[in-house]
């Protein structure tokens, strides 16, 4: 059997004559998303849709569960990472159900499983807002029980839409390939300014990516920051030592396999003399274009060649 993950909406409720999470719910039924096929519910608006996934978890081996709910007076998506422990209902559910100020469990407020920091969301289709208040009606009430059920610790998220989404497919699309890629590998990229230009360096002919050419750095080790991950790897690579300075940003690359975000600093260099050791080439740039970038790192030198005037000047 395909390893598969769990998508659901909702139907219509209250004076809704639709609802946005049950259309593009079904629109995703039999997709695949990272080698996995997407299985569709339709949640009815009541205790019942509320308990659906919480009565069937242990009986599936799904390898995420996302759950997609209107908002109806939202603007923009909202990725909803904690469940509140309370049931107050504006109006009655489908059921004719009408719960004031009542806990669901007393038991306290429940988080989502996915880790929001690896999900790159200022790149996400019209930037969803993160939210800690996912209300108090069945679109809380609903994750609630998922969370509480979820002994497997697999991802669980819940998604809600504005009545109009342009692009709700994309969206929900994304947030799965999120839930379901590999952790993101921390690394630290050093941009190292000398003479108004930045130091580019390619791969030697060992290495992998070979030929292809980056900012000096490499992956945390444990217990570093930024600055110790930069001032080790580039006296490893390099044999320079290096201070380090003010942030250029924060990129996510997906590599299918491994998914890395790099932390780029401005390095400056302090002492010693340049040695090639996992490259074979180095060239000082001042523009992007000057040679063949690995990932996004054509990218990273664009906001770098913005920064050269600055940093120039106060160098």
């Not at 004719?96 to 407020?109: E, V």
């Not at 590998?185 to 300014?193: H, N």
């Not at 300075?245 to 340049?274: N, P, Y």
């Given at each position: 059997?395909?390893?598969?993950?769990?998508?659901?909406?909702?139907?219509?409720?209250?004076?809704?004559?639709?609802?946005?999470?049950?259309?593009?719910?079904?629109?995703?039924?039999?997709?695949?998303?990272?080698?996995?096929?997407?299985?569709?519910?339709?949640?009815?608006?009541?205790?019942?849709?509320?308990?659906?996934?919480?009565?069937?978890?242990?009986?599936?081996?799904?390898?995420?569960?996302?759950?997609?709910?209107?908002?109806?007076?939202?603007?923009?998506?909202?990725?909803?990472?904690?469940?509140?422990?309370?049931?107050?209902?504006?109006?009655?559910?489908?059921?004719?159900?009408?719960?004031?100020?009542?806990?669901?469990?007393?038991?306290?407020?429940?988080?989502?499983?996915?880790?929001?920091?690896?999900?790159?969301?200022?790149?996400?289709?019209?930037?969803?807002?993160?939210?800690?208040?996912?209300?108090?009606?069945?679109?809380?009430?609903?994750?609630?029980?998922?969370?509480?059920?979820?002994?497997?610790?697999?991802?669980?998220?819940?998604?809600?839409?504005?009545?109009?989404?342009?692009?709700?497919?994309?969206?929900?699309?994304?947030?799965?390939?999120?839930?379901?890629?590999?952790?993101?590998?921390?690394?630290?990229?050093?941009?190292?300014?000398?003479?108004?230009?930045?130091?580019?360096?390619?791969?030697?002919?060992?290495?992998?990516?070979?030929?292809?050419?980056?900012?000096?750095?490499?992956?945390?080790?444990?217990?570093?920051?930024?600055?110790?991950?930069?001032?080790?790897?580039?006296?490893?690579?390099?044999?320079?030592?290096v201070t380090v300075h003010e942030e250029v940003g924060t990129w996510i690359f997906d590599h299918d396999d491994v998914v890395v975000r790099l932390h780029?600093?401005?390095?400056?260099?302090?002492?010693?003399?340049?040695?090639?050791?996992?490259?074979?080439?180095?060239?000082?740039?001042?523009?992007?274009?000057?040679?063949?970038?690995?990932?996004?790192?054509?990218?990273?030198?664009?906001?770098?060649?913005?920064?050269?005037p600055h940093l120039h000047q106060d160098s």
């Amino acid at each position: 059997m395909n390893s598969q993950v769990l998508v659901t909406g909702f139907q219509k409720f209250g004076n809704h004559n639709e609802n946005i999470s049950e259309q593009v719910a079904n629109s995703l039924s039999g997709q695949k998303v990272r080698g996995h096929e997407i299985i569709v519910n339709i949640l009815s608006v009541d205790e019942t849709g509320s308990r659906y996934v919480s009565d069937i978890y242990k009986e599936h081996d799904f390898k995420a569960i996302l759950h997609i709910g209107l908002a109806e007076n939202a603007l923009l998506p909202r990725i909803e990472l904690k469940a509140k422990d309370i049931l107050n209902f504006s109006i009655p559910d489908n059921s004719g159900r009408l719960i004031k100020n009542t806990p669901i469990s007393g038991q306290g407020d429940l988080f989502s499983t996915i880790n929001i920091e690896d999900w790159d969301v200022k790149n996400m289709i019209d930037q969803p807002e993160i939210s800690n208040d996912a209300g108090e009606y069945i679109c809380n009430e609903t994750l609630y029980r998922t969370l509480e059920s979820n002994s497997k610790k697999i991802p669980v998220c819940f998604l809600h839409l504005p009545p109009k989404q342009n692009d709700a497919y994309g969206l929900v699309m994304q947030c799965l390939d999120r839930m379901l890629r590999p952790p993101c590998i921390d690394v630290g990229a050093g941009a190292i300014i000398s003479d108004g230009k930045f130091l580019a360096a390619r791969r030697a002919p060992s290495e992998k990516h070979a030929g292809w050419w980056e900012f000096p750095g490499g992956k945390f080790e444990p217990g570093e920051n930024a600055v110790d991950c930069l001032v080790r790897e580039i006296s490893e690579e390099l044999d320079l030592e290096v201070t380090v300075h003010e942030e250029v940003g924060t990129w996510i690359f997906d590599h299918d396999d491994v998914v890395v975000r790099l932390h780029v600093r401005i390095c400056r260099i302090t002492s010693g003399v340049m040695k090639m050791r996992v490259h074979d080439r180095f060239q000082w740039c001042d523009n992007p274009n000057e040679v063949d970038w690995l990932g996004p790192d054509k990218e990273i030198a664009s906001a770098i060649s913005a920064m050269l005037p600055h940093l120039h000047q106060d160098s």
